[in-house]
């Protein structure tokens, strides 16, 4: 590799260091998803927080699970020894460790029953894929010993005794330790609850929950009376409106974006409805059905006689096991009709209709996929059977089944939605976590459930984030639709059931966050339609318009994550596709110019993807990478957008038995990070030559222009994460809460004082005169179609440019003074900024501090006269004393070193520049 592909690989290297210095970029950069807009305003929100320890909110598919590799990507940058327990529902643990490597670079461990004894490496940092069910007390897994962050994904689907005790390890407990950095995923946290609000509170507000709990308070009723309390001191502008958002809001730690808030990310919903004409055999049921229901006593409805009664359009081995219940031993005759229907063996009018749907697709496209969802297991087999039977092209592999939670295994389920089957039928209890979009854009429902929730989970698992979805929303289009089609019985309470639903929207748009009185509002709403009750449509009406103007889960009034304007967000999300593009462009240049070899191969599964290794002959390649060898080659993912569907852990190459790993070469990837520091290592060790290198330009139009002139070409970079990592770094004599404090500290000034780099291009005539380059002669210059002269008498003809670095330091000089004004606007910004950061942190510091006072003062009022517990409770006294003690001497010296940080920074204007001098030559097949 010459000295010009050398520079030409550290002007590459030296943008992506910057672009991973942004606070708002480098997260999404480093994730291969597309950085939707909602996405970018919540992780603004988190990175700038005091800490992170939040609840993700958002609707059913807004990518929460994105969002926490974004932050990921982050947090393990800047602390490569950052150790990480995801806790999930065994079903989605292996989804888990495919998004993880396939998009965040991570290669996770699913631990089981037998990693008891999982070994901890010191000083290296790790992500372990926790079953839900196998979290466990003593000894305690996950461990704050072990593990620096947790992250709970379906939280709300835990046993709340596991979610207590996850909730106790996220608090400060004497002098165990506690997980640094807290995540809590969920579209329903189930707030209205007060035992799961005691839970998740408690995680995400470990003091606030603290003070209330010793003063016998509900935390989110008293994290309300505190937030009231402060908007008064905003209106008498004592406390600025920021300062307020992040420190005393009841919700500051919970994020919920919905469709509403950003219309068009998501596909449209179309609902279609099949009422099925009942036949003979099908009265004797609905009379049956009809009857319970209208007797039915005011239960759950997840209890007699509304569970049994939903079952009644099952298959007849369900319906038989349910007519013995108790619930129909009121109506013997028309019990014993039906018995006897069903030991004819009749026909069934829900499937007919099934087929006719069925049918209608296929006549209009031979390939549709359809999800169907039915009730129970014994449907699910009656379906698989009767559609193989029925249409022959689905009786060799052409249907996909995912049964009850109990009886199907992980396996299964991941097999099921990626296989290639035409038809996938699942039970209504498999919902949560999967990304059914990847399998259909068409979900039947067969049995219709009677309870919103499952309904607006099991469509939420196909209303989707997908690709392309981000194009479409900047550019104003729709992304697509989604069919949903539900069949009901005519004059069944299914149908009255589903009018009900229909008036509460449950299909047409995603839930909002429903505490648990309005959960049971809506469950009596629905038993009441079941059993005929002429109020449930007032009723229905009522809530819905209730439910209309949101819900906010604390409880007060309080303002949304800002979005930021369109230009903003768009400007964002450019540069984060810029920065690909231009990852890309690295890496062929690193493959012509011989450092690397470099294929694009197409994986056996149809997605393309790229690979490196070492070229033959080793001294071409300046750069060492990991195991990468001559025979053995890495391979690459390099575009968002082209991740399989869905995205897999592994890919098998052409010509390959076995998977490989697929890295995505961003921001966050080992060796894409290595290879960085190593190509900016060796500009910074470079010098400039006044004798300009002759090149080649691939581009015969932009070369005509150009030939035998000169160009320079100057790249300038202001660093001020260097001068960050020196003054705001962290100190072995801190405590924790003090080290978690001092880096969020530092992603806090990052959004003050951002890397930025700037590209100078000035064209040289041999007259003497100059003009500015275009923006696209200057990336002509770094790209591979930019190549030096291998001729070394023509290299030797070209004359030293006398005036190089003349005009270096007049375009460093300029690129000072833009530097110099933008420094200007920034210390304004940081004086405003500064002084809500400093209300922010007191008033952190004083709510820990109260709840010492409170701790001390309850310890005092201990009635004991054994002397071995007056003396323990001394000790423990003087130990509380010491933590509010160590607590706000850290503040104070946070806040010390983040005046002296930002006074440092605001006064530095020092920026290194590195240069490329060329000569464009004539292409040799014009010279012979």
């Given at each position: 590799?010459?000295?010009?592909?050398l520079?030409?690989?550290?002007?590459?290297?030296?943008e992506?260091?910057?672009?991973?210095?942004s606070?708002?970029m480098g997260?999404?950069?480093?994730?291969?998803?597309?950085?939707?807009p909602h996405?970018i305003?919540?992780?603004r929100?988190?990175?700038a927080?005091?800490?992170?320890?939040h609840?993700l909110?958002?609707e059913?598919?807004?990518?929460?699970?994105?969002?926490a590799?974004?932050?990921?990507n982050?947090?393990?940058?800047?602390?490569?020894?950052l150790r990480?327990?995801?806790?999930a529902?065994?079903?989605?643990?292996?989804q888990w460790?495919?998004?993880l490597?396939?998009?965040?670079h991570?290669?996770a461990?699913?631990l089981?029953?037998?990693?008891?004894?999982?070994e901890?490496?010191?000083?290296?940092?790790?992500?372990?894929?926790?079953?839900?069910?196998?979290?466990?007390?003593?000894?305690?897994?996950?461990s704050?010993?072990?593990?620096?962050m947790l992250?709970?994904?379906?939280?709300?689907?835990m046993?709340?005794d596991?979610?207590t005790?996850?909730s106790n390890?996220?608090?400060?407990?004497?002098?165990?330790?506690?997980?640094?950095?807290v995540?809590?995923?969920?579209?329903?946290?189930r707030?209205?609850?007060?035992?799961?609000?005691q839970?998740?509170?408690g995680?995400?507000?470990?003091?606030?929950?603290a003070i209330?709990?010793?003063?016998g308070?509900?935390?989110l009723?008293f994290?309300?009376?505190?937030?009231?309390?402060?908007?008064g001191?905003?209106a008498d502008?004592a406390l600025?409106?920021?300062?307020?958002?992040t420190a005393?809001?009841?919700?500051r730690?919970?994020?919920?974006?919905t469709?509403s808030?950003?219309?068009?990310?998501?596909?449209t919903?179309?609902?279609?409805?099949?009422?099925?004409a009942?036949?003979?055999?099908?009265i004797?049921?609905?009379?049956?059905?009809?009857?319970?229901?209208?007797?039915g006593?005011d239960s759950?409805i997840?209890s007699?006689?509304?569970?049994?009664c939903?079952?009644?359009?099952?298959?007849?081995?369900?319906?038989?096991?349910?007519?013995?219940?108790?619930?129909?031993?009121?109506?013997?005759?028309l019990?014993?009709?039906v018995?006897?229907?069903?030991?004819?063996?009749?026909?069934?009018?829900?499937?007919?209709?099934?087929c006719?749907v069925l049918?209608?697709?296929?006549?209009?496209?031979?390939?549709r996929?359809?999800?169907v969802?039915a009730?129970?297991?014994?449907?699910?087999?009656?379906?698989e059977?009767?559609l193989s039977d029925?249409f022959?092209?689905?009786?060799?592999?052409?249907?996909?089944?995912m049964?009850?939670?109990?009886n199907t295994?992980l396996?299964?389920v991941?097999?099921?939605?990626?296989s290639?089957a035409t038809?996938l039928?699942m039970e209504?209890?498999?919902?949560?976590?999967?990304?059914?979009?990847?399998?259909?854009?068409?979900m039947?429902?067969y049995?219709?459930?009677?309870?919103?929730?499952r309904i607006?989970q099991?469509?939420?698992?196909?209303?989707r984030?997908?690709?392309?979805?981000?194009s479409?929303?900047?550019?104003?289009?729709?992304?697509?639709?989604?069919?949903?089609?539900?069949?009901?019985?005519?004059?069944?309470?299914?149908?009255r059931?589903l009018e009900?639903?229909?008036?509460?929207?449950v299909f047409e748009?995603?839930?909002?966050?429903?505490?648990e009185?309005l959960?049971?509002r809506?469950?009596?709403?629905?038993t009441?339609a079941?059993a005929?009750?002429?109020n449930?449509?007032?009723a229905?009406?009522?809530?819905?318009?209730?439910?209309s103007?949101?819900?906010?889960?604390?409880?007060e009034?309080?303002?949304?994550?800002?979005p930021?304007t369109?230009?903003?967000?768009?400007e964002?999300?450019?540069?984060?596709?810029e920065?690909?593009?231009?990852?890309?462009?690295?890496?062929?240049l690193l493959?012509?110019?011989?450092?690397l070899?470099g294929?694009f191969?197409k994986a056996?599964?149809?997605?393309r993807?790229a690979?490196?290794?070492?070229?033959?002959?080793?001294?071409?390649?300046?750069?060492?990478?990991?195991?990468m060898?001559?025979?053995?080659?890495?391979?690459?993912?390099?575009?968002?957008?082209?991740?399989g569907?869905p995205?897999?852990?592994?890919v098998?190459?052409?010509?390959d038995?076995?998977?490989?790993?697929?890295r995505?070469?961003?921001?966050?990837d080992e060796?894409?990070d290595?290879?960085?520091?190593q190509?900016?290592?060796t500009?910074?060790?470079?010098?400039?030559?006044?004798?300009?290198?002759?090149?080649?330009l691939?581009?015969?139009?932009l070369?005509?222009d150009?030939i035998?002139?000169?160009?320079?070409?100057?790249?300038s970079?202001?660093?001020?994460?260097l001068?960050?990592?020196?003054?705001?770094?962290?100190?072995?004599?801190?405590?924790?809460?003090?080290?978690?404090?001092?880096?969020s500290?530092?992603?806090w000034?990052?959004?003050?004082?951002p890397d930025?780099?700037?590209?100078r291009?000035?064209?040289?005539?041999?007259?003497?005169?100059?003009?500015?380059?275009?923006?696209?002669?200057?990336?002509?210059l770094?790209?591979?179609?930019?190549?030096?002269?291998?001729?070394?008498?023509i290299?030797?003809?070209i004359?030293?440019?006398?005036?190089?670095q003349?005009?270096?330091t007049a375009?460093?000089?300029?690129?000072?003074h833009e530097?110099?004004q933008c420094?200007?606007?920034l210390r304004?910004?940081?004086?405003?900024a500064?002084?809500?950061r400093?209300?922010?942190?007191?008033?952190?510091?004083?709510?820990?501090?109260?709840?010492?006072q409170?701790?001390?003062e309850?310890?005092r009022?201990?009635n004991?006269?054994d002397q071995q517990?007056i003396?323990?409770t001394?000790?423990q006294i003087?130990?509380?004393?010491?933590?509010m003690?160590?607590r706000i001497s850290?503040?104070?010296?946070?806040?010390?070193?983040?005046e002296?940080?930002?006074?440092?920074l605001?006064?530095?204007?020092?920026?290194?520049?590195?240069?490329?001098?060329v000569r464009?030559l004539p292409?040799?097949k014009?010279?012979i």
């Open positions: 590799m010459n000295t010009f592909h520079a030409q690989s550290g002007f590459h290297a030296l992506r260091l910057v672009a991973a210095e606070w708002e997260g999404a950069l480093g994730v291969a998803a597309d950085p939707y996405q305003a919540n992780l929100r988190i990175l927080d005091t800490e992170i320890r609840l909110a958002d059913v598919g807004m990518g929460k699970t994105v969002q590799l974004m932050i990921l982050i947090l393990r940058r800047r602390d490569p020894s990480v327990a995801i806790v529902p065994e079903r989605i643990c292996y460790q495919v998004e490597s396939a998009r965040g991570i290669a461990h699913i089981t029953d037998a990693d008891e004894e999982q901890h490496p010191d000083g290296e940092g790790y992500v372990h894929l926790i079953k839900a069910d196998m979290v466990c007390r003593q000894p305690a897994r996950p704050p010993e072990y593990y620096d992250i709970v994904d379906e939280v709300h689907a046993n709340l596991d979610a005790f996850l390890m996220c608090r400060e407990r004497g002098n165990s330790p506690r997980f640094r950095h995540l809590l995923l969920t579209a329903t946290p707030l209205g609850n007060p035992a799961w609000a839970a998740v509170i995680a995400i507000e470990p003091e606030r929950s209330a709990n010793l003063l308070r509900e935390p009723e994290i309300a009376e505190e937030a009231a309390a402060a908007r001191r905003v502008g600025s409106a920021a300062a307020y958002r005393f809001a009841a919700d730690r919970i994020l919920r974006q469709r808030q950003w219309p068009g990310v998501a596909p919903r179309k609902v279609r409805t099949v009422r099925t009942p036949s003979d055999a099908e004797p049921k609905i009379m049956l059905q009809n009857a319970a229901c209208r007797d006593r759950t997840a007699a006689p509304w569970l049994q939903c079952q009644m359009f099952r298959a007849g081995s369900s319906l038989r096991a349910v007519l013995r219940h108790r619930t129909f031993s009121a109506y013997p005759d019990r014993d009709e018995e006897s229907t069903l030991s004819r063996n009749p026909g069934n009018a829900l499937f007919d209709d099934l006719d049918l209608g697709f296929w006549q209009k496209d031979a390939e996929r359809i999800i969802v009730g129970d297991t014994p449907t699910v087999d009656m379906l059977r009767r029925m022959p092209h689905l009786s060799d592999g052409g249907i996909a089944t049964r009850g939670r109990y295994d396996v299964d991941v097999s099921a939605v990626q290639q038809v039928i209504e209890f498999v919902e949560a976590g999967l990304n059914l979009h990847n399998f259909a854009a068409d039947i429902f049995n219709l459930p009677w309870q919103a929730s607006d099991l469509i939420g698992r196909l209303d984030l997908r690709s392309g979805g981000l479409a929303y900047i550019k104003d289009r729709t992304v697509g639709t989604i069919g949903i089609w539900r069949l009901v019985v005519a004059g069944s309470a299914d149908e059931v009900a639903l229909d008036l509460l929207d748009h995603p839930l909002p966050y429903l505490d009185a959960s049971q809506i469950d009596g709403i629905i009441d079941a005929g009750r002429a449930f449509r007032q229905a009406s009522e809530l819905k318009e209730e439910l103007f949101g819900l906010n889960q604390s409880g009034s309080v303002a949304t994550v800002a930021g369109p230009d903003d967000i768009t964002v999300v450019g540069s984060i596709r920065a690909e593009h231009a990852g890309n462009t690295w890496l062929r493959h012509v110019s011989g450092a070899k294929g191969p056996n599964d149809g997605e993807v690979t490196l290794s070492l070229p033959l002959l080793l001294e071409k390649s300046p750069y060492k990478l990991g195991a060898t001559t025979q053995e080659s890495e391979v690459f993912r390099w575009r968002r957008d082209r991740l569907k995205p897999k852990k592994d098998v190459l052409p010509n038995r076995l998977g490989k790993r697929a995505f070469f961003s921001t966050g060796l894409h290595d290879l960085v520091r190509a900016y290592a500009l910074k060790a470079g010098t400039v030559s006044p004798i300009p290198v002759g090149v080649h691939s581009d015969d139009n070369a005509a150009l035998g002139k000169t160009i320079l070409l100057v790249r970079a202001w660093r001020p994460s001068l960050k990592d020196k003054q705001l770094r962290v100190r072995d004599d801190d405590v924790p809460a003090v080290r978690v404090g001092r880096l500290d530092r992603r000034i990052s959004t003050l004082f930025a780099v700037r590209t291009c000035l064209v040289v005539s041999d007259d003497g005169s100059v003009e500015v380059c275009t923006d696209e002669i200057a990336r002509a770094l790209r591979e179609g930019c190549k030096p002269t291998t001729n070394r008498q290299q030797m003809t004359s030293p440019f006398r005036q190089v003349k005009l270096v375009l460093e000089r300029e690129m000072i530097d110099r420094l200007g606007k304004e910004e940081a004086t405003a500064f002084s809500d400093k209300q922010i942190l007191t008033s952190e510091t004083e709510t820990y501090v109260r709840w010492k409170l701790s001390i309850q310890l009022l201990r004991i006269t517990q003396q323990m001394e000790g003087a130990a509380e004393q010491r933590r003690e160590t850290g503040m104070t010296d946070r806040l010390r070193s983040l002296d940080a930002l006074l440092s605001a006064n530095h204007s020092k920026t290194e520049s590195y240069v490329i001098l464009v292409s040799p014009l010279s």
